[in-house]
């Protein structure tokens, strides 16, 4: 949360949905630093338009796998409802692989939590090894990436100009 407020540096907001499901997700235990989450966004932007509710089902669909409970991708979803519809020019920031493809496919700017941590690196907010922390905290070194799996290789990619490879 403390690398959120940084990178959020007062100018960042979610939506209703995205703020519900951290509440949710605050009560569990290892999560209780979410309930911070409203003093880094603020006021959660709300569903204003039949354009912003009817993109956000069109999108939730889009979003969704057969056999998803369907409250899968709401959040997500509405996100992208409401950056679509207001053009608001802001980056997405997920770690969902669907969402990631929908906004790579919409050329919506968006970013993941291995962009912030390197981009923090970049910009001398964190050093390499801070940066691997937090990866060992988010349990990253088991995630979809093999480059990053290893913290030779995770310092490696953190200097190198690449971004990572996107498969849905």
């Known amino acids: 949360m403390d690398l959120l ?9 979610w939506c209703y949905t995205v703020s519900q499901e951290c509440a949710k997700s605050s009560r569990v235990t290892g999560l209780e630093q979410l309930s911070l989450a409203p003093q880094i966004f603020g006021e959660p932007l709300m569903l204003e338009t039949n354009a912003e509710y ?9 979003l969704s796998k057969p056999g998803d409970r369907s409250s899968a991708n709401l959040g997500e979803a509405e996100s992208l409802a409401i950056m679509t519809n207001r053009g608001l020019g802001a980056t997405f920031v997920t770690d969902d692989n669907g969402a990631l493809g929908f906004a790579i496919t919409h050329s919506i700017k968006h970013l993941t939590t291995w962009d912030l ?3 923090l690196v970049r910009a001398d907010k964190l050093t390499r090894d801070e940066a691997w922390e937090y990866v060992v905290i988010l349990k990253g ?13 995770f310092f490696a990619w953190l200097e190198s100009p690449l971004g990572l490879r996107f498969s849905p």
């Open 141 to 153: 070194h088991h995630r979809r990436y093999m480059e990053l799996r290893a913290q030779t290789s």
């Open 54 to 62: 009817r993109d956000t089902q069109t999108f939730r669909a889009q």
């Open 5 to 13: 407020e940084l990178v959020a540096a007062g100018r960042a907001t």
């Open 117 to 119: 941590l390197k981009l």
